[in-house]
């Protein structure tokens, strides 16, 4: 399928991007463009202004992709409060991860020369967020 | 990268802004005070009654553009707007605004601090507190001003009595006029 956000990825993108390439759609290309009348006619849009999948009701993207897939998994969940944190430092959770993971976000996309760029360094990114967050889960404390 | 990536131009001229006009319902009350809370944390300059402004770049505009959003989906109207000031000494105005508006906020900070060691207070609860108060207030200093470096030092303070060999802190100050590329 065919996925397309605004160019210039920050941290909800580069997690929806991921959330929807491993959890949604593993076959997800996506692409990147600056206005929303540019999306292609096949491409789902995400987190873009006026579109289903973007923020909602104080929810950020990722919140809302979580909602709409029906996705109950609750280290997915412990990943959106970090997400949601790092994109509207709003303090609805308690994230201490949040501000680091913005700066890292806004740091990348200075010095990678593409938004797929940002995506490939992200993805293994949130894939080990994931699995610390899953074995502290399992643990019930934060893993070694 | 960055999207919609403006800059002011400093000294020389006006810089972009990024204005947010909208319209809400009087009632109910919840989203108007929703909206109302969201632009307050982001420091915007209140132009006019429903017309609300900042140093335009991709994160601001991004920022607005949601609120435009929320605006509409509780049936309000809103629209984003992408302008320059006509008159450098009406931009003048708007930074030292925003500047004075940031200045009172550095400077309660600076009273909370002066009060810790009075009040006997444990001092790692209130530097914990008046730190994360110290992020949101720079999350929305677009324009520091002098009392920015004194609240930092202060509240720093308060954990290691002041010494002569330290270096200062590692965060530059930022221009206290339209930089560059406003971050």
Redesign the interface.
Known sequence: MNWAT???V?IDRAACAWLIRRHVDAEARFSFV?DPADVPADATPFDM??VSL?????DCSFETILHRYELTDPILWKLAEIVHEADL??ERFDAPEA?GLDAVLRGL??V?DS?ERVLEITGPLFDGLYEYHRRARLNGRSPA | MGGCVSEHDGADGTGEWVLLSYRLPREPSTPRIAIWRKLKRLGVAQLSDGLVALPADARTREQLEWIADEAMEADGAASIWLARPAALGQERELVQGMADARAAEYRAVLDEAAQVPAAGMNPLAAIRRLRAELRRIGARDFFPPPERDLAHAAVQALLDPPQTDRPASAAAPRAAQPPKEPS
């Open positions: 605004r160019a210039g920050h600056a202004r006026g973007g923020h909602h009701g104080g430092a709003d501000p996309s200075m990678c938004d």
